[in-house]
């Protein structure tokens, strides 16, 4: 979160939103991450409690109540989820990738440029039901354990020396998707494993991997589909899965960032970029970007900064995730995974009606991911002859390049 970041509709800052809220009344509670000395270069985009954080609560007689949590050193606390009235019958929690930052949502006047300040593609996903006690848990259990608790600036706000209590009912069920809550965290960052409602207690001091071993699990079932939108994939697991796919038949387009510049401190070893360039010898797997046109009738990249992966039209996970070895093995990570057919299918579709301008509803999954390497690669082809009229947004990269 952005300190300065304004929120959509002239409504301020994300500060004065909670603060309002606050001042109504409503327990307000952040967890923010707070960069150690190996990560001190990323607190430009971290709220991390600096004194100028803290002049602005004080100015503003702020009723939030935060704690600020490191993570493991060089890792970070990267969950990115929102839990609204935790506890009672209408629980509503939001998980996903986005940041309170210009990039992911446009601040009034700002124009985003840099590699640091882009336009962003971006996703969340509402839940309600039982799988919010799992976000409720997430963030008690995180919020008792936040390594600053006990530091003089690291709390804010009369009521944050407050531990909250475990959840102890389950949400009544709301629809039929069944959604499950996936974690990374790394091992000796927290020690009360006590169970969600109807759960079983969980060794939490040995850490969490379940969003890996999901994705992991999830593209070895896919038997017609997968894609996937991603801002890295340098972990050679997750390639060497995508591998055993594409040989499959599987039908697979991973959508990522254009400029992987930024991410060089991701890359692994050689062995990873073998496997990858390997993947574009397969006529069922595409590798594309997406861009959109800027004022000047120019094609500008669009940053994909979502965290997503659909198998089969059956099965999704979004969140907070990459797929490098940060946050596959060392940060803190919030997914939701979900099964249904029918909301699976129309994420696809909607989806896919951005990136290439077209309805693929009326077709089954297979179909339309080849439908969208067919527009890929003709806007990629527009693209190399100077063309600025594509369909869409989406365009075709070259696997080999994929990470240099």
Known sequence: MWSSFEMPDERGTALDVLGRAAARGIDVRLICWRPDASTENLKRNAFWGSVEHIQQLERRRSGIRIRWDQAHPGFCQHQKSWLIDAGGKNEIAFVGGINLN??????????????????????????????????????????????????????????????????????????????????????GRYTNGEATPGGCAFDIVSGEQTIFDQYCAA??????????????????????????????????????????????????????????????????????????????????????????????????????????????????????????PSTVRALRCELFQEHLAHDTSPLDDRAALRYFRKIAWENRRRCNVGIHEWQGLAFALDPAGAGH
């Open 219 to 340: 593209i070895d079932a896919a038997r017609h589909s997968i894609y996937i939108e991603n801002q890295a994939i340098t972990v050679l697991e997750i390639v060497a899965a995508l591998q055993r796919a594409v040989r499959l038949g599987v039908e697979v387009v991973v959508l990522l960032p254009t400029n992987l510049d930024g991410l060089s401190g991701y890359t692994p070893q050689q062995a990873y970029f073998e496997s990858w360039a390997s993947l574009g010898a397969y006529e069922n797997f595409t590798l594309a970007g997406i861009a959109s046109l800027n004022d000047d009738g120019q094609h500008e990249s669009v940053y994909v900064h979502d965290k997503l992966m659909l198998v089969d039209d059956q099965w999704a996970t979004v969140g907070s995730c990459n797929l490098h070895r940060y946050s596959l093995f060392g940060n803190a990570e919030l997914n939701a995974a979900f099964w249904c």
């Open 102 to 187: 210009p990039n992911s949502m446009t601040s009034p006047g700002h124009t985003p440029g840099t590699y640091d300040e882009c336009q962003n593609h971006d996703a969340y996903i509402e839940l309600v039901g039982p799988s919010t006690v799992d976000v409720h848990h997430n963030f008690v259990q995180r919020w008792n354990e936040a390594s600053e608790r006990f530091s003089p600036d690291g709390r804010w706000g009369f009521g944050s020396e407050t531990d909250l209590p475990f959840p102890a009912r389950i949400p009544a069920e709301c629809g039929n998707a069944f959604v499950q809550i996936q974690r990374t965290i790394h091992s």
